[in-house]
């Protein structure tokens, strides 16, 4: 399975971002896409995941209600939704697939990783 995150940019805050990650390979339904993001100097962080069942979407408690992951199978696309932008936000944006569901989403238990794709938000 590979991944690819896209749609990364330099943007003022309370902006909006699409960042896209597309995912190709055997079986890519049966994968839960998740969304990981890495600050300078920080450790890499859970942001949001939607399984193969999409109204189980889960986020990370500073995103929710500003960002929104949707899937399309039939694309092999990922889809996050960014909105109202903070500096906070600043960072490299990962998009990785698992197998398995988790109650807890932490890095270790991605089974595969795609290359980032930097978001900047300036004040």
């Known amino acids: 399975v590979q991944l690819q995150a896209s749609g990364g940019g330099l943007v003022q805050a309370s902006a909006s971002l699409t960042l896209s990650c597309r995912i190709t390979?055997?079986?890519?339904?049966?994968?839960?896409v998740g969304w990981f993001r890495q600050a300078s100097g920080k450790e890499r962080e859970f942001v949001a995941v939607i399984p193969w069942t999409p109204n189980r979407a889960g986020y990370t408690d500073s995103v929710k209600g500003r960002f929104t992951v949707s899937r399309d199978d039939a694309e092999n696309l990922v889809w996050l939704r960014v909105n109202g932008l903070r500096p906070e936000d600043t960072a490299v944006y990962y998009c990785?697939?698992?197998?398995?569901?988790?109650?807890?989403?932490?890095?270790?238990?991605?089974?595969?990783w795609g290359k980032g794709t930097l978001v900047t938000v300036s004040s």
């Open positions: 990785a697939a698992s197998a398995k569901l988790f109650s807890v989403w932490v890095d270790r238990g991605m089974n595969y």
């Open positions: 390979g055997r079986a890519t339904t049966s994968y839960a």
